[in-house]
């Protein structure tokens, strides 16, 4: 599978550079991730609180059957500016990785195309890499494909 979701990680730096073109409007881009509805149907998590604006604050976590916790995180939006930016704080309780801020810029190429480009700062280079020892490449390329296909139903 090509992957779609480009990741840049360089060297001796703490931040990754993540970057996808989608074929959809700018504000359907935007709004897969300003929505709970939606961000659960591409991400596969439950969205157990979204407050979508500037000090706002976000928790997302997928279960098991039986109810048990497999994933939780959360944050903080620090700024909201509807079609063009998201800068937020993101924690994921249930593993060993310290608190990272991710700066989330959208941008439309044209009417039917548009991009999302990511800048996310750890907390030291070894949390980045520790980060891209799991399986976060595909996981990501994966939730933006889902994002895609989702967002595609309404242009």
Do not use: C
């Not at 992957?3 to 935007?30: G, S, W």
């Not at 930016?85 to 310290?98: A, K, L, N, Q």
Request: hydrophobic share 40%; proline share 3%; aromatic share 10%.
């Amino acid at each position: 599978m090509e992957q779609k979701t480009k990741l840049t990680a360089e060297a001796d730096r703490q931040e990754l550079l993540i970057t996808r073109t989608f074929d959809l409007p700018l504000n359907l881009l935007y709004k897969a991730y300003a929505e709970a509805e939606l961000i659960e149907q591409w991400m596969g998590n439950k969205v157990v609180k979204l407050e979508h604006r500037s000090h706002g604050s976000y928790a997302f976590e997928t279960t098991d059957a039986q109810g048990n916790v497999l994933f939780r995180a959360n944050g903080t939006f620090h700024k909201v500016i509807e079609n063009q930016t998201i800068v937020r704080t993101f924690e994921m309780d249930s593993r060993e990785f310290p608190v990272q801020l991710e700066y989330l810029d959208f941008e439309e190429i044209g009417p039917d195309k548009s991009s999302l480009s990511m800048k996310i700062i750890f907390k030291s280079v070894a949390d980045r890499d520790n980060l891209l020892k799991l399986p976060f490449a595909y996981g990501i390329n994966m939730a933006h494909n889902a994002l895609q296909k989702l967002m595609q139903q309404f242009n």
